[in-house]
């Protein structure tokens, strides 16, 4: 069982900067693929940012050019580092990660708690 522990969320004016922080905790062999994705209200879940083990990363277009997604593989931790946040860009942010427990076990995708992000024009 793997952990998700997401720290940095906030209110902040539009034009500013956040940094996310997602640590993962736990039963942890692998992992593959850390990622973040958002939640505005009304509306689907959307990726916004992932990276996988080899530093690869993909970001939706929305916010190329003004996040960008790092990893620590020594501490399981992925960050998002968020600059020139617009109105739209309020959300709850989640965290996730594909990881294996064991050399054996299949990856398994797993979600953190959700951080508010809220951007005030």
């Known amino acids: 069982q793997v952990q998700l522990v997401e720290s940095g969320g906030g209110l902040v004016q539009a034009g500013g900067s956040l940094r996310l922080s997602c640590a993962a905790s736990g039963t942890i062999f692998s992992i593959a693929v850390m990622g973040w994705y958002r939640q505005a209200p009304g509306k689907q879940r959307e990726l916004v940012a992932t990276?996988?083990?080899?530093?690869?990363?993909l970001y939706a277009d929305s916010v190329k050019g003004r996040f960008t997604i790092s990893r620590d593989n020594a501490k399981n931790t992925v960050y998002l580092q968020m600059n020139s946040l617009k109105f739209e860009d309020t959300a709850v942010y989640y965290c996730?990660?594909?990881?294996?427990?064991?050399?054996?076990?299949?990856?398994?995708?797993?979600w953190g708690q959700g951080t508010q992000v809220t951007v005030s024009s």
């Open positions: 996730n990660v594909v990881a294996a427990s064991g050399s054996n076990s299949s990856p398994y995708r797993y």
């Open positions: 990276i996988i083990s080899s530093g690869t990363t």
